[in-house]
């Protein structure tokens, strides 16, 4: 019982994982310090905005009263009250100064008041008539603790008026407190004053708030922004989170991906060099990846990601081109059973393939396709309806133990890992694992996710292949902009020897004509 619970509470913590990676969302959040900067200045500039000519003034006044316990009419309770312990005279003033807070807070002092302003204050000031905004007012009562004082606050949009009604207010509460309680006990010790600036209208006080209000709403921001993009950007976040040595970073790229016979077109095309040598990067990091030390037999790659549309089948289908290229002898193998779509890319007809020899129906000559010199595309064929099965059976080892024997590279295109299993049937069987990441896309958690499921099933060791980073937003900061640099220079260093090499021809071209000029004069 106790391991079920343990098991339930591991997954809901995997569960969570899989959508928040708080380390990441914290150095988002830090990397758009500007927003909360921004926000800062912004509540600073609101702030004295507001305060110069939006917001209406608002003017405090305040009275001050005082009460002592003993004022009552009668001797007899005079008596009866300095007899008792002084614990419980605390507690009677304490009472009473509630009592009193009450009363100044009912409805019979606020109705006398009404009364006053409308019959004595509008009459001497008949501009506020018919001005409700003009005429409003607050009352608030303020105590110290342990003390028997109370301060009547009043606000208003007009000096006098706020002047009045405390003023008032201690008037009124003083014969209530005599008409009610019996008690002359009372006494207004400081009078109302008449304000002389706003007290909603200081700029020491407005600006400081402005400035924290909008330095908490852009941090705010800043959160919510690592909150809702919790994807890889770049290659030392994958380094840092993932913890897999990164093997190739393919730039951005608006490559219409699957479209017939794109990548031969793109490995021809020098407007797509600076692509390629970023694949030709990461054909040359292969070797460091492999764990195959015998001297027979070829390489097997598999290529896969977490979720579709990384661009795993056409980075597959170039690193493959491009080993051939190379010299070497490669097979091409769409294991990709659910959507596979290499016959699309390379634009191959019929339906055998993959499945076919799997099945037993087809012999690997039959199912394979030659595409270039050392370069051949085992399409996936017929798919069927049970690719786990298939790729579980003892046909699958005996198939790439064969295929070692007649290629020098096997690179395998597989499904996506997160959900589902034929990555993980084919991993143990492969020498390395090529794991795309696509920037801006997958969400560190499930991206941490495939790996593990592949990392408990097999040793075979995995490299990160981060595809379509966007120098333009993040390569100066992280410090690849140098590597593209590199490209610039390889460019330069090209067009440069080739014109040398014209230079070169035209000079022997001038030289023998020289000669032969020079020996038909000697003729």
Not at 386 to 406: A, F, G, I, Q, V
Not at 453 to 474: A, C, H, Y
Request: aromatic fraction near 8%; include cysteine.
């Amino acid at each position: 019982m106790e391991n079920e619970l343990t098991n339930t509470d591991q997954s809901q913590e995997n569960i969570f994982l899989n959508f928040f990676c708080f380390r990441n969302i914290l150095e988002t959040a830090i990397r758009y310090w500007k927003i909360a900067v921004l926000c800062a200045v912004l509540g600073v500039v609101t702030s004295f905005v507001l305060t110069k000519w939006v917001i209406t003034p608002i003017y405090m006044s305040k009275a001050t009263i005082f009460s002592w316990r003993d004022g009552g009419r009668s001797e007899e309770r005079n008596e009866r009250l300095k007899s008792t312990e002084d614990f419980r005279q605390l507690q009677m003033a304490q009472m009473l100064i509630n009592d009193y807070r009450a009363l100044l807070e009912s409805e019979r002092v606020g109705d006398a008041l009404k009364v006053l302003i409308e019959t004595d204050f509008l009459e001497k000031h008949p501009e506020l008539k018919g001005k409700p905004k003009k005429c409003w007012y607050s009352i608030s009562i303020e105590s110290k603790r342990e003390t028997r004082v109370l301060t009547i606050v009043s606000q208003a949009h007009d000096k006098e008026l706020a002047q009045y009604v405390a003023q008032k207010t201690a008037e009124i509460f003083k014969d209530k407190v005599e008409q009610v309680l019996h008690m002359n006990n009372v006494q207004i010790i400081d009078d109302a004053k008449l304000p002389t600036t706003p007290s909603n209208k200081s700029l020491k006080r407005n600006i400081p708030i402005g400035f924290v209000i909008g330095l908490g709403v852009g941090i705010a921001l800043a959160l919510l922004i690592g909150f809702t993009d919790q994807t890889i950007k770049n290659p030392e976040q994958a380094k840092r989170y993932l913890d897999i040595p990164v093997m190739g970073v393919i730039p951005k790229s608006k490559m219409p991906e699957n479209r017939a016979n794109l990548i031969l077109e793109m490995l021809d095309n020098p407007k797509s060099q600076e692509l390629v040598e970023a694949y030709r990067l990461l054909r040359t990091n292969l070797q460091y990846l492999s764990t195959k030390h015998s001297k027979t037999g070829g390489e097997i790659f598999m290529f896969t990601s977490s979720i579709p549309h990384e661009g795993k089948s056409s980075s597959i289908a170039l690193v493959s081109l491009l080993t051939a290229r190379a010299g070497k002898k490669v097979l091409l193998i769409d294991a990709d059973m659910h959507k596979p779509v290499q016959s699309r890319i390379f634009n191959l007809r019929g339906r055998t393939g993959f499945v076919s020899v799997l099945t037993g129906d087809k012999t690997i000559e039959e199912a394979v396709q030659h595409v270039e010199d050392s370069f051949d595309v085992m399409p996936c064929g017929p798919i069927p309806p049970n690719p786990s099965e298939l790729l579980m059976s003892e046909h699958m080892p005996k198939l790439l133990d064969e295929l070692r024997t007649k290629y020098d590279y096997i690179f395998i295109d597989t499904t996506p890992a997160l959900f589902l299993s034929d990555p993980l049937i084919i991993t143990p069987l492969v020498d390395g694992v090529l794991f795309l990441i696509a920037c801006s896309q997958t969400k560190i958690g499930m991206i941490q996710r495939s790996l593990r499921q592949m990392q408990q099933v097999s040793k075979t060791p995995i490299g990160l292949v981060i595809n379509q980073f966007d120098r333009g937003e993040v390569g100066n900061r992280y410090g690849y902009y140098g590597y593209y640099r590199y490209h610039n220079y390889y460019r330069y260093y090209r067009d440069y020897a080739n014109e040398d090499s014209v230079a070169d021809t035209g000079n022997a071209q001038s030289s023998a004509g020289t000669k032969a000029d020079g020996g038909q004069n000697k003729a």
